[in-house]
T-cell receptor, first 115, second 113 residues
Framework: KAGVTQTPRYLIKTRGQQVTLSCSPI?????VSWYQQTPGQGLQFLFE???????NKGNFPGRFSGRQFSNSRSEMNVSTLELGDSALYLC??????????????FGAGSRLTVL | KQEVTQIPAALSVPEGENLVLNCSFTDSAIYNLQWFRQDPGKGLTSLLL?????REQTSGRLNASLDKSSGRSTLYIAASQPGDSATYLCAVSQRRAGNMLTFGGGTRLMVKP
């Protein structure tokens, strides 16, 4: 079966612009989580969506937002980009929405460079 | 606030060696712990998931143990191969926190032929 697909894979933006990243989960998976990975901070949780509802949110400013559509595809948006937003953004999907974490399948990521 | 630490940050071993990667966490009230592998420039691949009620999980040459009370987990790799070279990450989840994981900084492993 197809894995988690993230688009675009690479993009370059300038400070002040905004960006939208897309994630298509594995068919049948209803949970989509987003993570930011940087050399300095490592992997940090951004937010999780389950059945179109934001279930959890990490400690990021309001410039970071997301949504999930009825087909479980998710998008995240970063407005007013800053140099520090340069990172690999990873999306993960899961077929369960239980109390705690389940096995996550990650996409290859979208590498954002902010100049 | 949960903090996850992985030691060592980097490890280089000759092919064939058995090795142990360490992971520690500060809050023992975890729901489960997962080990992932990440190849350069790529996403994460789930290796093993241990529920908080379990002591260990095995998959092929990999064995992960969990001691929740002491806040520690180890990933044992038997008979290492050059193809095992990657960064290994552990992550913990909390009850009622869905798929929100707290990751360690990772151990970068190089297995030399």
């Amino acid at each position: 079966k197809a894995g988690v697909t993230q688009t675009p894979r690479y993009l370059i933006k300038t400070r002040g612009q905004q960006v939208t990243l897309s994630c298509s989960p594995i068919s049948g998976h209803r949970s989509v989580s987003w993570y930011q990975q940087t050399p300095g901070q490592g992997l940090q949780f951004l937010f999780e969506y389950f059945s179109e509802t934001q279930r959890n949110k990490g400690n990021f400013p309001g410039r970071f937002s997301g949504r999930q559509f009825s087909n479980s595809r998710s998008e995240m948006n970063v407005s007013t980009l800053e140099l520090g937003d340069s990172a690999l953004y990873l999306c993960a999907s899961s077929n369960q929405g239980g109390s705690g974490a389940n096995v996550l399948t990650f996409g290859a990521g979208s590498r954002l460079t902010v100049l | 606030k949960q903090e996850v630490t992985q030691i060592p940050a980097a490890l280089s071993v000759p092919e064939g060696e058995n090795l142990v990667l360490n992971c520690s966490f500060t809050d023992s009230a975890i729901y489960n712990l997962q080990w992932f592998r990440q190849d350069p420039g790529k996403g994460l691949t789930s290796l093993l998931l241990i529920q908080s009620s379990q002591r260990e999980q095995t998959s092929g040459r990999l064995n992960a143990s969990l001691d929740k009370s002491s806040g520690r987990s180890t990933l044992y790799i038997a008979a290492s191969q050059p193809g095992d070279s990657a960064t290994y990450l552990c992550a913990v989840s909390q009850r009622r926190a869905g798929n929100m994981l707290t990751f360690g900084g990772g151990t970068r492993l190089m297995v030399k032929p």
